[in-house]
């Protein structure tokens, strides 16, 4: 009777979104606009006795995730704000991709991570009243731990229909070229973009009017992509190499763009951040 390959996969899609446009506020006290986005998410295969195949994958595990926050003030709006202006995105992924084909007799143990991150917070375009508050606030912050954990099988794998190459993008290379064949795969790939600011394309669009103004972005990333073969013998009828790629795109910018009229006691713009990775 044919074996069923293990396969594990989870496909998330979390979108929060706060967006003013073409509106006018007034607001006799604080006024917050705040976005969030949380996504948590286990994809775990486990290889089974029953599978000999060399040629094939004995256990596969898939993430694909896409987590959006954004806030935003656009277009022709107008806020008039007695107290302070927060706008603020949070993003948070938190993803475990493990394909471990441990307790199978032959074939690869793949795991593979695709990430994306958009955090944004920002203003862009305002009327001629513009937007005044005591102080303003704009925020955006994002944090992804991520972990990609692929274990070959005893009997290690032989050359199937899916070379590592094509399931990482083109980078399963070394310096002595392409590699071919992989017990075990691990491939991480993280889109993580995080943005506040302000601008216009209209000059004095958006006019701002604060005691303080503060823009800040925070992007914390931590990365562990392992490939491990240990357990493939000198006996086996596979091979036993094992491959581990991370491929990280991360953009975290705070600024003020042109085109911008401010009149602020204080100015304060920060990016912070914070990559870990194995």
């Known amino acids: 009777f044919p074996v069923t ?29 705040a976005s969030s986005s949380a ?11 029953e599978y000999t195949n060399s040629s094939a994958d004995a256990a596969v595990a898939t ?13 022709v709006s107008s806020l008039l704000v007695e107290g302070d202006l927060n706008i603020t995105a949070s993003n948070k992924t938190n993803i475990t991709t493990s ?6 007799q032959a074939g690869a143990g793949i795991a593979i991570a695709i990430i994306t991150n958009i955090t944004e917070a920002y203003i862009e375009g305002t009327s001629i009243q ?3 508050a005591s102080n303003i606030t704009i925020s955006a912050e994002s944090e992804n731990q991520i972990s990609t954990q ?7 794998a032989t050359e199937n ?3 590592p190459e094509s399931r990482t993008e083109n980078q399963a290379k070394t310096s002595d070229g392409t590699v071919e064949v992989a ?71 705070a600024y003020i763009g042109s085109n911008t009229s401010i009149n602020a006691g204080a100015i304060d713009i920060r990016s912070e951040e914070r990559r870990v990775g194995k």
């Open 183 to 253: 017990g075990a795969l691990a491939f991480t790939k993280l889109n993580n973009q995080t943005q506040a600011h302000i601008s216009s394309d209209q000059i004095n669009d958006p006019s701002i009017d604060t005691d303080k103004l503060t823009i800040k972005t925070t992007s914390k990333n931590t990365q562990q992509t392992i490939a491990d073969s240990s357990n493939v013998g000198n006996s086996a009828q596979g091979v036993g190499v094992a491959v581990a790629v991370s491929i990280a795109d991360i953009n975290n910018n």
């Open 63 to 75: 993430s694909i995730i896409e987590s959006i926050a954004t806030t935003n003030i656009f277009g």
């Open 5 to 33: 390959i293990p396969a594990a996969l989870i496909n998330l899609t979390s979108t929060a979104s706060i967006n003013i446009i073409e509106t006018r506020i007034e607001s006799s006290g604080d006024l917050a606009l």
């Open 161 to 163: 229909s899916e070379t």
């Open 130 to 132: 513009g937007i005044k």
């Open 99 to 104: 394909g471990d084909a441990t307790a199978a």
């Open 150 to 156: 692929a274990t070959a099988s005893p009997g290690g």
């Open 39 to 49: 996504v948590e998410g286990t994809a775990t295969a486990t290889g089974i006795s």
